[in-house]
């Protein structure tokens, strides 16, 4: 059974740093692409980043790109993402993602954490 556990969501201040951690159980993470999803009250899910097992291919949206960094830690099957400089705007829910193949912009990811909230008050 595969699961994607999040954690170290919270509230930071706007212009803060705040990391978040995906632990995966029940896959093995070669030939998986891992990633990074939000969502906003009212708003759609929307991708933020996404690497390839072999971390060859990493992407982002723009809306983050040069701010937030995402890793993976095979050793100890987890997913980081770093987040600085932070805008009210990236208020949501982050969740973590994996799906075989490469990464995708879409949700077309096979299976996704339970969401963790990251809230920066304006």
């Known amino acids: 059974q595969v699961q994607l556990i999040e954690s170290g969501g919270g509230l930071v201040q706007a212009g803060g740093s705040l990391g978040i951690s995906c632990v995966a159980s029940?896959?093995?993470?070669?030939?998986?692409?891992m990633g990074w999803f939000r969502q906003a009250p009212g708003e759609e899910r929307e991708f933020v980043a996404g690497?390839?097992?072999?971390?060859?291919?990493?992407e982002y949206s723009d809306s983050v790109k040069g701010r937030f960094t995402v890793s993976l830690d095979h050793a100890a099957k987890t997913l980081y993402l770093q987040m600085k400089n932070l805008k009210p705007a990236d208020t949501a829910v982050y969740y973590c993602?994996?799906?075989?193949?490469?990464?995708?912009?879409?949700?077309?990811?096979?299976?996704w954490g339970q969401g963790i909230q990251v809230t920066v008050p304006s």
């Open positions: 993602t994996a799906r075989k193949g490469i990464v995708v912009r879409t949700v077309q990811y096979e299976y």
């Open positions: 029940g896959l093995t993470l070669r030939t998986y692409t």
């Open positions: 690497i390839r097992w072999d971390g060859e291919r990493i």
